[in-house]
């Protein structure tokens, strides 16, 4: 299945990021505070608003940071992504 966002929307699949303690221990992503980033899967055309055509800053293979409670969790094929607006991505990371 292949889902396309509207509007200035983007689809992300969050990075899980394990985590070891100085002594080895590790602590895998679901047992600790979400990290917020993820990698841009899917993104919008774009909106326009106030007869103003707002572009797209985010494009497919991005990482990116988004807010706490930002967007909506999905579920396809088992995997769980997010649906988001481009507004509610507060950086882009680059390597």
Known sequence: MRIKPLG???LLKEIEMEETTKSGIVI??????????????EVGPGEVKDGEKIEMCVKK?????YGKYAGTEIKLD???Y????????LAIIED
Do not use: C, F, H, T
């Open 8 to 10: 200035a929307r983007v």
């Open 28 to 41: 895998p992503s679901n047992a600790k505070e979400k990290p917020y980033m993820g990698k841009v899967i």
């Open 61 to 65: 293979g991005d990482k990116v940071l």
């Open 78 to 80: 088992d995997e769980k």
């Open 82 to 89: 997010l649906i988001l607006k481009q507004d509610e991505i």
